[in-house]
């Protein structure tokens, strides 16, 4: 799951983009609507999470300017703008969800986890491969009814793939999708995440390496 988090208040931010990359989302962070806006225009994100007050200006105008390009990405207000008025205009501008600071770190996960739901990641709560269930929404990974210990970056990496269940995904875009270019500082990243999730999810093995070209998520059983 990629987020765009606009914020311009640098602690702030460096928290944020911390704890959200800690829970095993990959984070794009931007301190003004333009940065924000040649991000939007060069990747894909899952979830937009925005300020209101930037230095060039309000979220709110940018998310509307945008929603008019087309970009119909789930966006959350995250701002200390807490009047009903704010909240109106920001949902009126195209935002989804609005949560004001202060605020619990559980909270804005789970809202954004909410929104990702709503956007191209697969729409089903739980995706069973062999006994071996993915549920979306608790990111929780069974086998055979037992609870696997997954980490974050596992977890991501396993539900991007249940996503292209029998489709090959090359390592470029595993790395691009559950990692960002602040955290990949070894070129065998996704190996030793893809190495540790097949000991954890045990046999028959169901991560599948297509030499040269990447993995793919299959029922070894069919």
């Not at 909270?107 to 071996?132: C, K, M, N, S, T």
């Not at 055979?144 to 539900?159: D, F, I, M, N, Q």
């Not at 070129?187 to 040269?212: D, H, Y």
């Amino acid at each position: 799951m990629r987020i765009l988090f606009l914020e311009d208040h640098d602690e702030t931010r460096h928290a944020v983009v911390a704890r959200l990359r800690g829970e095993g989302f990959a984070v794009a962070a931007a301190r003004t609507l333009e940065e924000a806006g040649a991000l939007l225009r060069d990747e894909g994100f899952d979830v937009l999470v925005l300020d209101r007050t930037v230095p060039d200006g309000d979220a709110r105008d940018g998310l509307r300017a945008w929603r008019g390009s087309g970009i119909a990405t789930p966006a959350l207000f995250l701002t200390a703008r807490d009047t009903v008025r704010d909240r109106v205009d920001g949902l009126d501008a195209g935002g989804d969800d609005y949560l004001t600071k202060p605020f619990a770190m559980a909270e804005l996960f789970a809202r954004v986890r909410a929104l990702a739901r709503r956007g191209p990641l697969p729409a089903a709560p739980i995706v069973r491969i062999g006994d071996v269930e993915i549920d979306l929404g608790r990111r929780e990974v069974r086998r055979a009814g037992v609870l696997l210990p997954l980490r974050p970056k596992e977890r991501s990496v396993l539900e991007l793939l249940a996503s292209r269940q029998g489709r090959v995904v090359s390592r470029e875009e595993l790395v691009r999708h559950c990692w960002d270019a602040a955290e990949t500082p070894a070129s065998n990243v996704e190996e030793a995440t893809i190495a540790s999730l097949r000991r954890k999810l045990g046999v028959p093995g169901l991560v599948r390496t297509v030499r040269g070209v990447g993995y793919v998520l299959e029922d070894p059983c069919r």
